[in-house]
């Protein structure tokens, strides 16, 4: 079966303060990941695509790796804002249909 | 650049009534898509339209139906509302079914009792 499991579920950090969120997928065939980040009470926003190919992605201070061996996934948020609150959704294009599937997302708090 | 809109934001409704989720795109988006995300669940696919005129049941399709109006527009209907369909519907659009980039709308909050 097709999944894409994301840990921890919840995680508080203090504003400045590194963390790594991860995805774990058992997905095939396996197009690519994207992470997402969905505010409260909003949709949610694309952050970065990985592609076996491209398995390293920064925008800002969030980096993206993806390793394909152990099928893992993680988004690295570096000196953590307030703003960087929210849920953090890995997202995979795959399986027989190449639909979109959905991790359950990291909820993220970062306190001052 | 408005990009996904939808309305309404927040609806109650009494179990077996109707109504239809409003969903527009300005991006000129070929493939729309709706969702359902309930807690502690993954957003699910309802029923998506991968082009003008075409429409396909997702992975949660019972209880609804959809109507691509044109190229902008894709309504969600639900005919006879039941408590489990209580939850937050997101409308998203993308380039092609492809391309993975969907642009998500604000969500409706729908309540169902």
């Known amino acids: 079966k097709n999944q894409v499991e994301q840990s921890p579920q919840s995680l508080i950090i203090l504003e400045g303060k590194n963390c790594t969120l991860q995805?774990?997928?058992?997905?095939?065939?396996?197009?690519?990941l994207r992470w997402y980040k969905q505010d409260t009470g909003r949709g949610p926003v694309s952050l970065t695509i990985?592609?076996?190919?491209?398995n390293t992605k920064s925008n800002g201070r969030y980096t993206a790796t993806l390793d394909a061996d152990t099928k893992q996934s993680s988004l690295h948020i570096t000196a953590s804002q307030l703003s960087d609150s929210a849920s953090y959704i890995c997202?995979?294009?795959?399986?027989?249909?190449?639909?979109?599937?959905f991790g359950k997302g990291t909820k993220l708090s970062v306190k001052p | 650049n408005a990009g996904v809109t939808q309305t309404p934001k927040f609806q109650v409704l009494k179990t077996g009534q109707s109504m239809t989720l409003q969903c527009a795109q300005d991006?000129?988006?070929?493939?729309m898509y709706w969702y359902r995300q309930d807690p502690g669940m993954g957003l699910r696919l309802i029923y998506y339209?991968?082009?003008?005129?075409?429409?396909d049941k997702g992975e949660v399709p019972n209880g609804y139906n959809v109507s691509r109006l044109n190229k902008r527009e894709f309504s969600l209907r639900l005919e006879s509302a039941a408590p489990s369909q209580t939850s937050v519907y997101f409308c998203?659009?993308?380039?092609?079914?492809?391309?993975?980039?969907?642009?998500f709308g604000q969500g409706t909050r729908l309540t169902v009792v």
């Open positions: 997202v995979i294009r795959g399986g027989s249909q190449g639909n979109l599937i």
């Open positions: 998203a659009s993308s380039v092609s079914r492809q391309n993975t980039e969907a642009f």
């Open positions: 991006m000129n988006h070929n493939s």
């Open positions: 995805c774990n997928y058992t997905v095939s065939p396996f197009s690519n």
């Open positions: 339209s991968a082009s003008e005129g075409t429409t």
């Open positions: 990985m592609t076996f190919s491209e």
